[in-house]
């Protein structure tokens, strides 16, 4: 079994682990002080565009670069996939029967897509009007669902629990589907947004703002539903009631487009390992961003347990203070670097216009741009 060792060890070549890998790169000029990263895809894709993908706004080629493209100089890839993780040995081992031994261990493997936890979901996929923007496989068939819209039919979107990545995606393709609609004259279509949580947006500043941008659109908002079932050929959505009052029960909902927000979760050498916190996370100090079980492992991204809203705007944030702590790790000395829950979506409301929600931990907004952030730009 073949073996290695890199002083600083990143899994996962997505938006968190390119980021520190360069950020390290360039801040520790110790030439002689190892960095990989552990990735098995050959594509790069910029996700927080799919739902511009979706409506139409760009293709999905331009959101995608070749992984090694985006290796940083001074920095290996190695093209595997993480099988187990042994945090108590300092090491991880791959698919292809390697060992990877190192001193940091920064984990930035972002989550994966549970379509099997929706009965039928993935039978359905890109067929009779079932869709999604979460995946570089599916998200052209939005799109082309779109378009098949004609007057007197159903088009719902669906809302999975939290936490999932980019939270407000679910919602901005309806408001763009709404308003491709308008646009077009294509009218008498009933356009409805079912999310599991009792309220259109995490965070009420923000929240207040888009109840009516949504009525505005015409999009009946259905509030604590959870989409658990799905029959294609039948075109029939099946959701369960979360509130208290009506916990349990059952709607079957007839559709002609289903954009579905499936279930997430990290994947299952994450789960299994014990780095893991009860949920699957790995189990971080929400500030430092530092595992909360071995002081040599980092996590940021959507795979860390933080309570931080699951965008590439929050890595933005979160990289920094990682790159920080190991750099001061590496002197020997404490860093007072922190993350303070800052995460940004832009809330695409229409074709040109978005809200710029910005904001950190507690749900408290925190505008960086000279803008009035409860407003449509």
């Not at 600083?8 to 002080?33: C, F, M, N, P, Q």
């Not at 379509?115 to 996929?125: A, N, P, T």
Request: proline share 6%.
């Amino acid at each position: 079994m073949a073996s290695d060792y890199y002083d600083t060890l990143i899994l996962g070549g997505g938006a968190a682990g390119i980021t520190v890998a360069a950020s390290l790169r360039k801040r520790w000029r110790d030439e002689g002080h190892s960095i990989a990263v552990l990735e098995p895809s050959s594509a790069h894709y910029y996700q927080p565009a799919f739902t511009l993908v979706g409506a139409g706004a760009i293709t999905l080629e331009s959101t995608r670069r070749s992984t090694e493209s985006l290796i940083p100089r001074g920095v290996s890839w190695i093209k595997d996939w993480c099988v187990s993780i042994e945090p108590e040995n300092n090491r991880v081992n791959t698919q292809a029967g390697h060992v990877v031994s190192y001193k940091h261990l920064v984990v930035a493997t972002g989550v994966e897509l549970n379509w099997d936890k929706i009965s039928g979901l993935k039978e359905s996929l890109g067929q009779n009007g079932v869709c999604s923007n979460y995946s570089a496989d599916t998200v052209e068939s939005t799109l082309q669902s779109i378009r098949r819209l004609k007057s007197g039919d159903q088009a719902v979107f669906t809302q999975a629990p939290l936490p999932f990545k980019c939270p407000g995606a679910p919602q901005k393709i309806a408001y763009l589907t709404a308003d491709y609609l308008s646009k077009n004259n294509i009218g008498n279509i009933n356009v409805s947004f079912n999310t599991h949580g009792p309220g259109i947006f995490g965070v009420p500043y923000y929240a207040e703002r888009l109840v009516p941008i949504a009525e505005r659109h015409g999009i009946a908002v259905n509030y604590q539903k959870n989409l658990v079932a799905v029959d294609g050929a039948a075109r029939e959505a099946e959701f369960e009631f979360v509130s208290e009052e009506r916990r349990g029960e059952k709607e079957v909902v007839k559709f002609d487009m289903l954009h579905v927000t499936p279930p997430q979760s990290p994947a299952a050498f994450i789960r299994e390992s014990s780095l893991a916190n009860e949920a699957g996370y790995v189990d971080i100090d929400q500030h430092t961003l530092r595992s909360t079980k071995f002081n040599n492992v980092f996590a940021l991204g959507d795979v860390g347990s933080s309570p931080n809203s699951k965008t590439a705007a929050a890595v933005r944030k979160q990289a920094p203070v990682v790159v920080q702590h190991l750099i001061a790790d590496l002197k020997g000395v404490a860093s007072k670097a922190s993350y303070d829950g800052y995460a940004s979506c832009p809330l695409t409301t229409a074709f040109g216009k978005t809200i710029i929600a910005e904001f950190i931990y507690g749900g408290k907004p925190t505008p960086t741009l000279p803008l009035n952030p409860g407003k449509e730009w």
